[in-house]
């Protein structure tokens, strides 16, 4: 059984923790919210779409290695596509219509940074998962409290 990868073992192990950690970051303030999605669904999301990733580019250089250098046809960002559509049916899981209203908007926008950020950890792009968190976090974090200050909407007649 050969385990030998294209990208170092330590490598793997250190962007799957950055994507869990990013997951749970934003999940533990879905769940401390009382949000349908929390703290699991948010981390899992996030570390799957990061396996997704490294999965795409070890299969592209290994392809890449057996063709002489060029991967041939495959490309690894289509898998972002793909983690993408599956991200979104999820996000429409926790959207639902009451009336007028929609619930659960920002719980399933979470859930696709979630896997925006699972998908930029397993690329290996450390520093843009973890500016893309911190705008994330202060914007749910800071956004939530503007609102408090924010007059009622009004209604609008029938």
């Known amino acids: 059984m050969d385990l030998s990868t294209a990208i170092p073992v330590w490598d793997i192990a250190a962007r799957l923790a950055a994507a869990a950690v990013c997951g749970a970051a934003l999940g533990f303030d879905r769940e401390i919210r009382g949000?349908?999605?929390?703290?699991?669904t948010h981390t899992l999301v996030a570390i799957s779409a990061a396996v997704t990733t490294l999965v795409a580019l070890e299969l592209y250089w290994g392809m890449a290695g057996r063709a002489g250098g060029s991967g041939g046809e495959m490309d690894p960002t289509r898998v972002?596509?793909?983690v993408a559509q599956a991200i979104g049916f999820i996000s429409a899981g926790v959207m639902f219509?009451?009336?007028?209203?929609?619930?659960?908007?920002?719980?399933?926008a979470?859930?696709?940074?979630?896997?925006?950020?699972g998908i930029a950890c397993g690329a290996g792009f450390y520093v843009l998962a973890g500016m893309a968190l911190a705008l994330c976090l202060a914007v749910m974090i800071v956004f939530s409290y503007a609102m408090r200050w924010?007059?009622?909407?009004v209604k609008p007649e029938d």
């Not at 949000?35 to 699991?40: M, V």
């Not at 219509?97 to 399933?108: I, L, N």
């Not at 924010?150 to 909407?153: D, F, L, T």
């Open 110 to 117: 979470v859930i696709w940074m979630a896997g925006a950020l």
């Open 150 to 153: 924010m007059p009622e909407p």
């Open 97 to 108: 219509r009451a009336g007028t209203t929609v619930r659960g908007a920002t719980t399933a």
């Open 35 to 40: 949000k349908a999605a929390g703290l699991r």
């Open 80 to 82: 972002i596509q793909g």
